[in-house]
């Protein structure tokens, strides 16, 4: 272990042992960590924020919100430095003239610093690279509603793609917040309400960013969508047993199973305690137990916010000690709390130079693994002069493939749907002729591309009113606007409902903008005080429903909201969660019936806007009884779809057999059983079921969820094709957090419910645990072994 150096006398020319790519990262790094001067060390702890410039000169520090003066370069530099924050995310840039702009910094830090080390750049990659004109993916509620893990992996594999071609290192995302109360206006940001379905799919999100060289970073760790109200930073109350078993398992399987290389801290505190001053959560539970060996990285200005909104810390000295020694390898966006202060405070004896090593040998460990230690190591591109397209045809191929398979139909009781071509349609809504209407939050054009209105958007982004008429040639659309998203004008009625009633049928397309901090109806700090749409659009709805004219209503939004009785009047109701930029082809091949639905709910869609916050996830007392006089079943429940087809739920079985009628199966605490049946399509067109699998503890030793989903698998199916489906659910996936805080499985019975949502059990398999009571740790079975096989002749499509 080093001591405090010096930095005069350390000037000599290192030894260059450690760019031996022979020898084991870990021994490179610790002779590099060897030579480096206490201020070399501490350099690679912070990024700073930049923005490539579009002439391909050198990226220039940021002016951003909570600083008051950016740092000079030169400075920032002179002994190394750790990231650089979002050179493509910040301003519009040319992809090459970005590439070109942040390999010339990258030689700069080289130069500046004695070990010629670069930098790690890191972007936003949500729903794509936040880069203009970038392919926009679906937001990751959309993911969730896919429920098809294998498609988010290639999605993510095509935005490490782009990410790496124009030399960026690190992606911020995936969000693995569990969604806890939909009025949270990050709710967009996450899977959906279910820790298994976020976990799979976030973990799948993993593998295909990491598969291309890009760091995924898990966040926001942890606790952040529990705030209470729903309000974005506010504080958390979950207890222990909420955080162990619904909060944490994502994070669990990402890092064990995905092997993340990056986890962020979230903003919040927990109980008090925030998480950036949390060693127990950063270094007790994360490295010590999970095994985790990558880099913790700070949320932006989360070390600030230590001191300027926890008031934990009196100074920005202080706050950075409390985030070093709880586990905060790299503050971001840009240097405050570490820096030169952090240099003072280790040689004055108050941080241990231990704390600045155990941080430095991480940031250098994650460098080597990216080859940025390597002798000869170059920022600039074969040919620097070649266009970068960060939109060809196969991402927006695939952007159009998720977003297809992300639409809902939540309802269709006049069999409205699909459209036939021909005759007059109105299409009215705040949302059926702007592109704005499919983008989240983090997609380059809201996050950043509102503040520079003369650039153009840099992709094409169809709107509904073009799809539907490339969709329905025959069909004479007339559009009329009606309302905005969020404004208390109904000036704009009179003609769209004028337009309803001479139409033989209407679609409807209302929900949400998406932006920042109050500037939209969705998006990080645009949080809800209920569930009801926003602006006059519930007034709009039940003015065009009470025209008579056939209402199909098209929610286009970052959460669910409650439409209260009009929904009970439309011909249709169909959920699209901002599909990005082929959303809207997306959504219109669904209304034409080109695309048969497969979308299911993420977030269960409350029957009316207050009664919050409620999942599916809960106990009894936490669904409907005579104990309360609020009743808060949903409207549509959790894993809610329809299709143009039906389906068949034949010949349930267990261990291969019939299971029959009050039969059941024993297995030992630590075993396993396989439960399945037969899905067969019955209908007259090609469709997607997707199968999930639930399990009931019935009597535990604490209060358990009435159920919980453990399994779930897409079944592509022909006309009269059928597919057996079986799950092999291991003992493990019953475990909880019992009244001692361990993790148990218990001997007893359960029930194993197959079915087609949270409350349309199709078939129930009752088991019976025997054998001792075991204590399960991170290393348990946290999924499904999913088996899909042909019961009819004919091609076999699946996915899940």
């Known amino acids: 272990m080093t001591g405090p150096s010096d930095h005069v006398a350390a000037q000599e020319a290192p030894a260059d042992g450690w760019r031996d790519p022979s020898l084991p990262a870990a021994t490179r790094v610790e002779r590099l960590l060897g030579s480096m001067t206490l201020e070399e060390k501490v350099a690679q702890l912070h990024g700073v924020w930049v923005s490539a410039d579009a002439s391909g000169e050198a990226?220039?520090?940021?002016?951003?919100?909570?600083?008051?003066?950016?740092?000079?370069?030169?400075k920032v530099i002179e002994h190394g430095l750790g990231q650089l924050t979002r050179p493509f995310g910040t301003v519009p840039v040319d992809p090459a003239a970005g590439r070109a702009s942040l390999a010339r910094s990258q030689r700069e830090i080289m130069r500046a610093n004695r070990f010629g080390i670069p930098a790690v750049a890191h972007e936003e990659c949500l729903a794509g690279f936040a880069a203009w004109s970038a392919?926009?993916?679906?937001?990751?509620?959309?993911w969730g509603a896919s429920f098809d893990p294998d498609l988010v992996e290639r999605m993510a594999a095509q935005i490490g793609t782009s990410m790496r071609r124009v030399g960026v290192h690190q992606g911020l995302a995936p969000v693995l917040d569990v969604s806890r109360d939909a009025?949270?206006?990050?709710?967009?940001?996450?899977?959906?309400?279910?820790?298994?379905?976020?976990?799979?799919?976030?973990?799948?999100y993993v593998r295909g960013l990491q598969s291309t060289g890009i760091?995924?970073?898990?966040?926001?760790?942890?606790?952040?969508?529990?705030?209470?109200?729903?309000?974005?930073?506010?504080?958390?109350?979950?207890?222990p047993r909420e955080i162990a078993d619904v909060l944490l398992p994502p994070f669990e399987m990402a890092v064990r199973d995905g092997r993340a290389g990056s986890v962020m801290q979230a903003?919040?505190?927990?109980?008090?305690?925030?998480?950036?001053?949390?060693?127990?959560?950063?270094?007790?539970?994360?490295?010590?137990?999970?095994?985790?060996?990558?880099?913790?990285?700070?949320?932006?200005?989360?070390?600030?916010?230590?001191?300027?909104?926890?008031?934990?810390?009196?100074?920005?000295?202080?706050?950075?000690?409390?985030?070093l020694t709880a586990g905060v390898d790299v503050e971001l966006p840009t240097v405050?709390?570490?820096?030169?202060?952090?240099?003072?405070?280790?040689?004055?004896?108050?941080?241990?130079?231990e704390a600045v090593d155990l941080a430095a040998r991480r940031v250098l460990l994650q460098k080597c693994e990216l080859g940025l230690l390597d002798a000869g190591w170059d920022p600039g591109p074969e040919d620097p002069d070649a266009p970068v397209d960060l939109d060809p045809a196969e991402h927006r191929a695939l952007a159009r493939e998720l977003a297809e398979r992300s639409v809902v139909l939540l309802s269709n009781p006049r069999e409205a749907l699909p459209l036939a071509d021909g005759g007059d349609l109105a299409l009215v809504g705040p949302l059926a002729d702007t592109g704005d209407a499919v983008l989240g939050c983090y997609s380059f054009p809201a996050?950043?591309?509102?503040?520079?209105?003369?650039?153009?958007?840099?992709?094409?982004?169809?709107?509904?009113?073009e799809a539907l008429r490339a969709e329905l040639p025959g069909t004479r659309i007339e559009h009329a606007e009606g309302c905005s998203v969020d404004g208390d004008s109904t000036d704009g009625f009179e003609a769209a409902v004028s337009a309803a009633a001479r139409a033989r049928v209407c679609v409807a397309v209302v929900g949400d903008r998406s932006d920042l901090f109050g500037r939209g109806t969705s998006g990080e700090g645009c949080d809800a005080e209920d569930l009801r749409l926003p602006g006059v659009q519930q007034e709009f709805l039940e003015a065009l429903v009470a025209t008579g004219t056939p209402v199909v209503?098209?929610?286009?939004?970052?959460?669910?909201?409650?439409?209260?009785?009009?929904?009970?009047?439309?011909?249709?109701?169909?959920?699209?969660?901002l599909p990005g930029e082929e959303g809207m082809p997306a959504v219109a091949g669904v209304l034409s019936g080109r695309v048969n639905p497969s979308g299911r709910l993420p977030v269960s869609v409350p029957n009316g806007p207050g009664g919050q916050p409620t999942t599916y996830l809960g106990p009894d007392l936490a669904h409907r009884s005579e104990v309360s006089s609020v009743d808060p079943t949903p409207r549509h429940p959790f894993g809610h779809g329809l299709s143009y087809t039906r389906f068949a739920w034949e010949d349930p079985r267990v261990d291969g057999s019939p299971a029959l009628p009050g039969e059941i199966t024993a297995l030992g605490t630590d075993g396993e059983v396989t439960v399945g049946c037969t899905i067969r399509n019955t209908g007259p067109v090609a469709g997607t079921e997707v199968v999930q699998l639930y399990m009931h503890d019935p009597v535990a030793r604490v209060a358990r969820p009435r159920r919980r989903l453990v399994g779930y698998t897409r079944v592509h199916l022909e006309p009269g094709e059928a597919r057996a489906v079986d799950f092999t659910v291991h003992a493990d996936l019953s475990s909880y957090t019992g009244p001692d805080g361990r993790r148990v499985v218990d001997p007893g019975h359960l029930d194993l419910l197959l079915s087609a949502s949270s409350l349309d059990v199709r078939h129930t398999v009752a088991v019976r645990l025997d054998g001792p009571e075991r204590t399960v740790d991170h290393t348990r079975r946290m999924d499904c072994v999913v088996q899909l096989d042909p019961v009819d002749q004919g091609e076999v499509a699946a996915h899940g």
Not at 59 to 74: I, K
Not at 215 to 238: I, Q
Not at 449 to 464: A, M, N, Y
């Open 59 to 74: 990226v220039a520090p940021h002016q951003h919100d909570l600083t008051q003066e950016p740092p000079a370069w030169e």
């Open 135 to 142: 392919t926009i993916y679906p937001v990751p509620l959309a």
């Open 183 to 204: 009025r949270w206006g990050r709710t967009e940001e996450t899977i959906g309400e279910d820790p298994h379905l976020v976990a799979t799919v976030a973990t799948a």
């Open 215 to 239: 760091v995924a970073t898990l966040k926001h760790f942890v606790g952040y969508s529990a705030s209470r109200a729903g309000r974005n930073l506010a504080p958390v109350s979950a207890g």
């Open 267 to 323: 903003y919040n505190d927990n109980d008090g305690l925030p998480a950036a001053a949390d060693p127990g959560l950063l270094t007790g539970l994360l490295r010590d137990t999970w095994g985790f060996e990558g880099t913790v990285v700070s949320d932006y200005f989360g070390v600030t916010f230590l001191q300027t909104l926890h008031r934990v810390a009196d100074s920005a000295d202080r706050a950075g000690a409390l985030a």
């Open 336 to 353: 405050h709390c570490y820096g030169d202060r952090l240099t003072a405070l280790v040689r004055s004896g108050e941080v241990p130079e």
């Open 447 to 465: 996050h950043v591309g509102r503040r520079h209105p003369d650039t153009p958007v840099g992709v094409e982004i169809p709107t509904l009113l």
């Open 553 to 577: 209503a098209v929610l286009v939004s970052g959460r669910p909201y409650a439409l209260g009785p009009v929904a009970d009047r439309l011909a249709a109701l169909v959920q699209a969660f």
